[in-house]
């Protein structure tokens, strides 16, 4: 399936999720992104997501049956049941509470139909370092979906950048591929959020991201904070992120968190959600690189033979063997000259 549009309840806050389904659909997006902070957020609270009214549409505080009727009324999809809830926490407590929480998103998620749990990627604790607070987070997530695995819900963690100077989060793509390598799980991925990544205050480039990140890349964060203003990334490297995904044949979900291309407060919100994705859309039909080709299925080397792509085992060489053939070369080469010579004498 190719890439989708997805708008976020974040976008609508105030809308029921009745209403939420009917305005996505009618702006044209594919999919929604649902927001719950019944079940709690993280106890250092993930910057501009924790609303303090929460969302109108919150999954956690409807029936699930009520949630999967209005998807399906809509004929939309759901892209991820996304909370301000971490797996990054270094306190015991604390990370028995966040893991918990985890868990409950993923029971929840199950029960409304949506095939992802999105997380905060959260910051790194003063005294740690990335690699530690990276080797956390997979220890957390392999407890969460060893205990949910049968579920089939993905867990997907979001880049975001420190608010403060003095403290480090896991904003690069490296930091994202080391978290999931060491977990190995592979329900596990991520959001990535452009104005979420890099460091300082450049952006992290598609070049760099996309190689790295691949088909971990689940969804894209589009809009909201960080977005506005001299930061903006701009819509020229977005374009680069979804032409790159795109070319490998992603799936990922491009997921519009806020306003973007409008910020007036007396515009039209119905015509600026449909602008936004009339021009994603766009993005998504004009010609993209060939995906790559697949790799030929791996096999089992039978005796003899070597698997696919790996070089065949050298013999020995023996130099003696060798010279004496060549030794032996050069004289047939030259009894050869002599008959010939002979012959031409006669």
């Not at 719950?36 to 993280?42: D, F, Q, Y």
């Not at 949506?114 to 990627?121: E, H, K, N, Y």
């Not at 220890?139 to 480090?168: C, I, K, W, Y």
């Not at 799936?251 to 994705?277: H, I, Q, R, Y």
Request: with cysteine; proline share 6%.
């Amino acid at each position: 399936m190719p890439m989708q549009l997805a708008l976020s309840a974040l976008a609508l806050p105030s809308q029921s999720i009745e209403d939420l389904c009917n305005s996505a659909k009618a702006a044209g997006w594919d999919a929604v992104e649902l927001w719950t902070t019944a079940l709690g957020v993280a106890d250092d609270t993930e910057p501009s997501r924790a609303l303090p009214g929460g969302v109108a549409s919150d999954p956690a505080t409807i029936d699930p049956q009520r949630v999967q009727q209005a998807i399906s009324s809509a004929g939309l999809r759901i892209a991820a049941l996304s909370a301000a809830v971490g797996l990054h926490a270094k306190d015991a407590a604390a990370s028995r509470r966040q893991i918990d929480q985890a868990v409950k998103l993923i029971h929840l998620a199950k029960a409304i139909g949506s095939p992802a749990v999105r997380l905060w990627g959260g910051y790194v604790a003063r005294g740690q370092t990335k690699q530690a607070t990276a080797r956390r987070i997979a220890m957390h997530a392999q407890q969460v979906l060893a205990a949910t695995e049968s579920l089939g819900v993905r867990l997907l963690f979001e880049n975001s950048r420190a608010p403060h100077a003095d403290l480090m989060s896991l904003s690069e793509a490296r930091d994202w591929w080391t978290a999931l390598e060491m977990a190995g799980l592979p329900l596990a991925g991520v959001c990535w959020n452009l104005a979420g990544s890099g460091l300082g205050a450049a952006w992290e480039l598609p070049v760099i991201s996309v190689p790295m990140l691949g088909g971990r890349i689940a969804m894209v964060r589009l809009g909201g904070p960080g977005w506005a203003g001299a930061n903006e990334p701009g819509e020229a490297v977005a374009k680069q992120l979804v032409e790159r995904l795109r070319g490998i044949g992603s799936e990922a979900f491009l997921t519009l968190t806020g306003p973007w291309w409008s910020t007036d407060a007396n515009s039209d919100p119905a015509a600026t959600l449909k602008d936004a994705a009339d021009r994603l859309r766009s993005w998504l039909v004009t010609e993209a690189p060939a995906p790559a080709k697949a790799a030929k299925p791996a096999h089992t080397p039978t005796a003899g033979t070597a698997a696919p792509g790996a070089a065949a085992a050298k013999p020995p060489v023996d130099k003696e063997a060798l010279k004496a053939a060549a030794l032996e070369k050069a004289k047939a080469a030259t009894a050869a000259k002599a008959a010939a010579a002979a012959k031409a004498s006669s």
